[in-house]
């Protein structure tokens, strides 16, 4: 199996690449500037994992990472979309112009970034007659936030894009789902944890914010052929803290 995963140099990216190769996949993962980080993690999986950096911001980079991917293993079996940027966007206390540039941002990775490289694969896949899309989303999709509104809409749009893959495109062989993931042990969410993790922690029945690992297994085993059948959904992973 070869898995093309976006922003796989740390978190729960870096967890699902580990996941994967340890299930014996071939794995192509991106970075946007954690050189070292993600050239480390290469190297110590071996010849099966293959670091490259890519903006998922720009378009035209992306066919060249599809391409790149396909030349190396000849065929991309299912396709990772984890690669996200993050940062705090409150509806007050911001001037007109950091709104409008914290929407773009954050759209123009999260959401343009990883439709443009989906469609890319989506035409490989309909080659092959056989093909799966995992679009990590988030909690924050489905829950409104309160100061990042703009990442919860952008993975909202993932949540509806999957559910359009899967339609669209189950009668080609190729599946879709997303996995939404609440607050996880991570560096995106290491400055909340930080400051309020207690209050955090108390908003889960479990009592406990998840690992990265915890995310990345469920990952491995829809990216398996064990989750096939799981098309169109999207599977909260969040230990209660959002119930729908």
Not at 44 to 51: K, N, Q, V
Not at 154 to 160: G, Y
Not at 197 to 216: H, Q
Request: glycine share 10%.
């Amino acid at each position: 199996m070869t898995v093309l995963l976006t922003g796989g140099s740390r978190g729960i990216g870096a967890a699902t690449v580990r996941a994967l190769h340890r299930d014996g996949a071939r794995v192509v993962f991106t970075y946007a500037t954690r050189a070292a980080q993600a050239e480390r993690l290469a190297s110590e999986l071996g010849e099966r994992a293959t670091a490259v950096q890519c903006n998922l911001s720009d378009a035209a980079a992306l066919p060249a990472l599809v391409e790149r991917c396909i030349a190396r293993h000849g065929r991309i079996d299912v396709l990772i979309n984890n690669g996200a940027i993050f940062a705090e966007n409150a509806f007050f206390g911001n001037d007109y112009s950091s709104w409008r540039e914290g929407w773009e941002r954050t759209f123009s990775v999260n959401l343009f970034g990883t439709v443009n490289l989906t469609y890319l694969v989506l035409q490989h896949m309909r080659e092959q007659r056989a093909g799966k899309v995992i679009n990590v989303s988030s909690r924050a999709a489905h829950r409104g936030e309160l100061t990042f509104a703009d990442y919860g809409a952008s993975k909202a749009a993932l949540v509806n894009f999957t559910k359009s893959i899967a339609r669209s495109c189950g009668p080609h062989g190729i599946s879709a789902i997303a996995i939404a993931p609440g607050f996880i042990e991570t560096d995106m969410a290491a400055e909340d944890l930080r400051t309020r993790r207690a209050e955090l922690e108390a908003e889960v029945p479990l009592g406990y914010i998840g690992s990265a690992e915890d995310v990345a297994d469920v990952i491995a085993f829809f990216a398996s052929p064990r989750g096939d059948y799981a098309n169109g959904a999207t599977i909260d992973l969040n230990g209660g803290s959002y119930v729908r």
